[in-house]
């Protein structure tokens, strides 16, 4: 069965990309050169990819983290609603610890490089490769080296969950209000407030502050997935 899915996946693919590959077909440049020459302009982001999927196209984008929104809540419930036994209670054996020197050593370590570095790929994503969905991840996985590398059931630390429900919550409303500030300005929903010929207000602020937001909330979500995963610490 896996080897015909794998040959049906090679047929489609060579259904789409065939043509592409094949044909001599000069693809219409519009778009592309509207974008090389009006993106830094319009948006203040020299990396274009973040001037179409924080401007051009936030639309889409804030309906991606209403998604991923929708998906980390019910992941979140569903894990909570499994059977108690699955998550470990009094009378049954104890896990294993999850916590060795080589895993404390290296995850104290690497936790805050990594999260220093989520934090410049999110305030830096208008300039360089980078944004509030990958900088979320990195984030998030600093954070989860830092759960790793304590105890099992150890003493609260600073990934207290209601903190990260916390900082979930606080980064959408600043989401909702980053949509609707353009409406204080006169301008258009999803409209950069900022894009002014005097440039008191630098435009790309509107975008650091989208990619802030975005981060937040991918990195807040991701981690409380990880810690519920990990089973160290079940809600009543």
Do not use: C
């Amino acid at each position: 069965m896996i080897y015909v899915m794998g040959i049906v996946s090679i047929l489609l693919l060579s259904l789409v990309l065939g043509p592409m590959i094949i044909s001599d077909f000069v693809w219409p440049h519009i778009a592309r050169d509207f974008l090389l020459h009006n993106g830094l302009t319009d948006t203040g982001a020299s990396n274009l990819v973040s001037a179409i999927y924080l401007g051009y196209r936030a639309y889409d984008t804030v309906g991606e983290t209403i998604v991923l929104l929708a998906a980390v809540t019910g992941a979140v419930h569903l894990i909570k609603g499994f059977p108690a036994s699955v998550h470990g209670s009094e009378g049954l054996p104890q896990k294993p610890k999850r916590r060795t020197n080589i895993i404390s050593m290296t995850t104290g370590k690497l936790a805050p490089v990594v999260m220093l570095f989520g934090w410049y790929v999110m305030f830096f994503g208008h300039l360089s490769p980078g944004g509030g969905f990958q900088g979320g991840v990195v984030l998030a996985s600093g954070l989860l080296f830092i759960a790793l590398g304590r105890e099992h059931h150890q003493r609260e630390s600073k990934l207290d969950r209601s903190g990260l429900h916390i900082i979930e919550v606080s980064s959408l409303f600043l989401i909702l209000l980053l949509v609707s500030l353009p409406l204080v300005f006169g301008a258009s929903i999803l409209e950069n407030p900022f894009s002014t010929t005097d440039e008191t207000i630098p435009r790309v602020i509107y975008m650091i502050g989208f990619n802030m937001a975005i981060g937040l909330k991918v990195g807040s979500g991701l981690t409380l997935l990880g810690l519920l995963m990990m089973d160290m610490k079940h809600d009543d």
